[in-house]
T-cell receptor
Framework: GGIITQTPKFLIGQEGQKLTLKCQQN?????MYWYRQDSGKGLRLIYY???????QKGDLSEGYDASREKKSSFSLTVTSAQKNEMAVFLC????????????FGEGTRLSVL | GQQVQQSPASLVLQEGENAELQCNFS?????MQWFYQRPGGSLVSLFY???GTKQSGRLTSTTVIKERRSSLHISSSQTTDSGTYLC?????????????FGTGTLLSVKP
């Protein structure tokens, strides 16, 4: 069976630091997503990508970069971590044709000291 | 403003009680989805429900597109139902499919 793997599971950073989160999927899905989850705010879309080397901005793209170097992987960079920031970053993927529910990874939990 | 409103924000039940979770959309949508997130875990799709009523075990989802609302009914709740329930509306477009999430309902079922 397929799986979505997010690394690292936990990430502790310093204020101002550049941090990179990685996501791999072996479903051969075309579309991949990065969401941020804050307590009480649900999930907000940061970036998504409909194919290799494609990038589409979500509602929360400011302060982030993303990269889709190959179909199976989608990375997210926090360009400058904010002090006391705490959030969960969720990666998801879905097939490109029609609409099917995206499948989610287990998340990366970020804490900034 | 927030395009997807969920209510209640949190809910505490005694085991065996029923629950009704609501989701309202401020814009037109292509479809909608309900997810469950166990504490500290990833999201699992419960229902893809563009319209009408769907049932799976003790869970029933009803979507009324014209009224821009959807509900999730949990009957005879169990402690293992505890977690966060999220609804999301789907946009299909030339630049891909997107899900826009509500803020979730945190459910706690006490024994």
């Amino acid at each position: 069976g397929g799986i979505i793997t997010q690394t690292p599971k936990f990430l502790i950073g310093q204020e101002g630091q550049k941090l990179t989160l990685k996501c791999q999927q072996n479903f051969n899905h075309d579309t991949m997503y990065w969401y941020r989850q804050d307590s009480g705010k649900g999930l907000r879309l940061i970036y998504y990508s409909i194919t290799e080397n494609d990038l589409q901005k979500g509602d929360l793209s400011e302060g982030y970069d993303a990269s889709r170097e190959k179909k199976s992987s989608f990375s997210l960079t926090v360009t400058s971590a904010q002090k006391n920031e705490m959030a969960v970053f969720l990666c998801a993927s879905s097939p490109g044709q029609g609409f099917q529910a995206p499948l989610f990874g287990e998340g990366t939990r970020l804490s900034v000291l | 403003g927030q395009q997807v409103q969920q209510s209640p924000a949190s809910l505490v039940l005694q085991e065996g009680e029923n629950a009704e979770l609501q989701c309202n959309f401020s814009t037109s949508l292509n479809s909608m989805q309900w997810f469950y997130q166990r504490p500290g875990g990833s999201l699992v799709s419960l229902f893809y429900n563009p319209s009408g009523t769907k049932q799976s075990g003790r869970l029933t989802s009803t979507t009324v597109i014209k009224e821009r609302r959807s509900s999730l009914h949990i009957s005879s709740s169990q402690t293992t139902d505890s977690g966060t329930y999220l609804c999301a509306m789907a946009h299909y477009g030339g630049s891909g499919n997107k899900l826009i999430f509500g803020t979730g309902t945190l459910l706690s079922v006490k024994p």
